[in-house]
Structures are given as C-alpha cells and as structure tokens.
C-alpha cells in the first residue's frame, strides 16, 4: 500500500479531533464545577451549566468524528479491508449519529429532546459494545482488523470502552437537571446543594476515566508499543 | 512550607523530571523502534497534549468572553463569566510555557543537534516558565504576583525577539537544512507569543473593566468599554489559533524533511504487516 498524502490529511485531521475533545471538554468540565459553587446566584449558576452544555457540543462532536477518522487512517495504513460501500456505510452512520446526538444536547429542555437524548444514548452503548466485541474478534483473527496491527486493535476496543464511560458521564450528570429544577423552585438548601455536590462528584469518576482512556489511546497510536 | 507551595514544588521538580526524563531517552533511543516506548514517543506524546491543552481550552475561554461582552446579563454572571475565563486560561498558559523545551527535545531526535550551553538554556525554560505562570496565577493581586507576571510578561518579549534572531542566524549558516520545517514552527511560534501579548492587553483592560463592573455595576459607558476590549482582542487570537493550526500541520507535514520527500516519493508498506512485520512510519 502507498503512504500518500491522504494519510498525512486525516491524521492531522485526527490530530485536531484530539484538540476539540479533550481540550475543549476542560472548558466543560470547570464550567459545571463552577455551577456547583452555592455562594453564586442561581442565575449565574444556571448560565455556568448552559455554557458547559453549549462548549460541550463540541467534544461531542469530536468524539463521533474520532470513528470515521480512525476507520479512514487504518484503511490508510492497510490496516483495515474495507471497502468503498462500507466505507460510505461508516459516514452515514456516524453522521446520523452526530445529528441525533447533536439534536438531543441542543433540545435538552425540551421533552422530545430528552427522548431523542435518551435514543442516542442507546446508539452510544450500542457503538461501544460493538466495538468492543470488533476488537476481540480481530484480535482473535476473526475480524476487519488486520491481526498484526495490535496496537490499532487495542485502540477499538478503547475507543469502545470510552464510549461506554460517555455513557457512564451522561448516566450520571443527568439527575443534574433536576436537582436545578428543585433549586430554582425551592431555592438553596443544605439538601439541595448536597445532591448538586453528590451529583458533580459521581459524575467526576467517568469523566476523569474518559480522560484518562482518550490520553491512553493517543499514547499508544504515538507510541504503538502493544 | 504551605500546601500550595508543596504542591507548586511537586509540579515543579515533575515537570523538570519529565524533561529531563525525555532529553535523555530522545538522545538515545531510536525514532524507528515500534513496540517498544521510545522517549521521543514519549515527549512527543508530551508536545500533542501541549497542543491539546493549549488549543483546546481556549476554545473554551472564547465562549465565555461573550457572556462577559453580553450587556444584557447580569453584572454577576459577566463577572463570573470572567472569572470562568481566567481558570480556563491557565491551561493554554501552562501549555505555551512548555512547549519550546519539548519542542527542543524532539528537534535534537530530528536531526537538529544543540550544543551543551544551547541545553542550558533550552531545558531549564520551561520549568521556570511554567514557575512563573503558576506563581503569577496563584499570587494574583499580591506584590509577589504583580512582580512575577511583569517578569513572565518580560519573559515572552525575550522570546520573541530572541527566537526569530535565533532562527535567522541558524538558517544563515544551514543548520536548519535537515529540517526547515521546524524554523517555520519556531518563528510561528514567536509570533504566537507576540500575538499573546497584544491580545493580552486589551484582556488586561477588560479585567479592569470587569472589577469596576463587580464594584460599581454596568453603565453604557462600561459596557462599551468592555464590548470593545473583547472586540479588539479576538483578531489576535484567531490569528493565535490559525498559526497554532498551521504550525500542527507543518509539525505533521514535516515540509523539507526526508520523511516528507520519501512520502512524495510513495513509500510503500509493503506484505509485511499481514506476515507480522513492523511499520516502518509513524
């Protein structure tokens, strides 16, 4: 296979994608940290967590785009037998799956897009299963992966993995809209801002993990050492 | 000691360890080796985050720069905004102050070989950079702090006169023929640093600004003052993210090199991986 200028593209493609992921998710993540902050006003609070939400479309969409990216550089590197069809196939879906993301973060006040929030959910769980399930068969010999490309096959099942702890953060930060609710209503209390707190502070536990594996799986695309 | 200072002097002597660390290896391990670490893999891995974390955050400290501009929030919520501002943009501060002594380790691997007194100065930068960002964001409002941030303020015009001059006189004497592309970072780099100050003293109004605003509330006066002040301030940092984009570009790219020549001329990958062979590119 030829090593053309293509591949220099989408990796610096890939490259950006890292950027606007876990970079611009640090802008996310202070943000709702901030909205934790009782001393604020509740407006002020309530923009902390809109802001969040609005920087946060853009890790987002990072996030989706690390799938057709990735399947664009192992074809690239002759590490994966895909054909054109299929090719078109991985777009389509991952563009279909931005958009029902994207539809429901935006519309999140809105109760059809709480269930459209809910659907993507499930596309979410359902990509990092099957990823997953991608990586171990190609380890095993038996999948689109090429066998010998280990490194690559370890970044699959990662990037599987991360979707799952995605999941796992929306999971958890998702009482969040309610414990506001009740703050807007019953004002600030000891329990409230305690379940505000709980809420933040379960939530950390997928996001840091999430970070962490994003940072693993990028050491090891730099260093391919498994 | 107290426990900011521990853990600023823990940052510290990581950071200083982490290069160290990554200036030995790079010196002596090679750049070809897969399935195994290599320290350049290393502190490049180091020179992307840098870029992740510099990059990225700003993103971050530009959405909230609206809502410092937005007269019509709340005199709380602009200055909370701003406040939002300064916390995420300790990130990108942190990054910049790095990113010359691991962009110089990586040079060293790429050909480009510096002299004992060059590392004098090229490891300990980035430590003490990154001392002075810390000290002149924790300190904030102290003498100390007003005294730190003039001497990181003095510190990036040093960069920026000494990095082109630098560059200029390597270029002249061909040192940079293996790798011209890095002479084209380095400059971009410097005008980065430059563009940084510039836009930095519009920001440094609109802090004022934003304290008279918690102080004495909003007028149109202030307004007006604060609107423009973010105004004035975001050519200089689109222009901050373009170069930050074409400099990742060039850093992949590697124009000049014999990487990139052998790429141009279709270097090719062979049966080996389906017989369990290693790549041969990154």
Known sequence: ???????????????????????????????????????????????????????????????????????????????????????????????????????????????WGQKVAHFANWIIGAVGIGLIAIAITSAMGQGPFDVSGTWLIWKVGLYGL??????????????????????????????????????????VYPIWSTYFLVVVVAFIATTKFI | MNNKQRKA??????????????YAQALTLSIESDYVITSYEVVLVLHELLLVFWLGPDIGVFIWSNKVANAELSDEVRTTAAGMMHTIDLFPRICISLMLTVGGILTEVVGLEHAWWQWIAILPLGPVWLTLVLIAYFKEGTSVGETVAKLDKWLRW???????????????????????????KLLIFAAIVLLGLLARRHLDAMQDDIKKLGSTGSSDALNEKLIGSVKS?????FAIWAGLAIASWLGIEQPGSAQSEMRSAAVTVTGDLAEGGKQSWK
């Open chain 1, 1 to 111: 296979m030829e090593m053309t200028e293509s591949f220099v593209f989408w990796k610096y493609l890939h490259l950006m994608m890292f950027v606007g992921w876990v970079g611009a998710d640090m802008g996310v993540f202070l943000s709702c940290k901030k909205a934790c902050d009782s001393t604020l006003s509740f407006d002020a609070r309530m923009t902390l967590l809109h802001v969040a939400l609005r920087i946060e479309l853009i890790p987002r969409t990072m996030w989706k785009a690390a799938l057709p990216l990735g399947v664009m550089l192992s074809r690239e590197m002759g590490l994966l037998d895909i054909t054109n069809t299929e090719l078109a196939l991985v777009w389509a879906f991952s563009i279909v799956w931005w958009a029902i993301s994207m539809t429901g973060a935006i519309y999140y006040d809105k109760p």
């Open chain 1, 162 to 203: 991360i979707n799952l702890t995605c999941l796992g953060i929306v999971v958890a930060f998702d009482p969040m809209a309610g414990a506001f609710m009740r703050l807007a209503m019953e004002g600030s209390t000891p329990e409230i801002e305690g379940l505000v707190k709980r809420i933040f502070n379960i939530s």
């Open chain 2, 9 to 22: 002097f823990f940052a510290f002597v990581f950071t200083g360890l982490l290069l160290w660390f990554g």
């Open chain 2, 158 to 184: 040093i960069v920026v006169i000494s990095v082109p001059i630098s560059v200029t006189y390597a270029t002249s004497i061909g040192r940079m023929d293996s790798a011209p592309w890095v002479s084209a």
């Open chain 2, 233 to 237: 301030a975001r050519p200089y940092i």
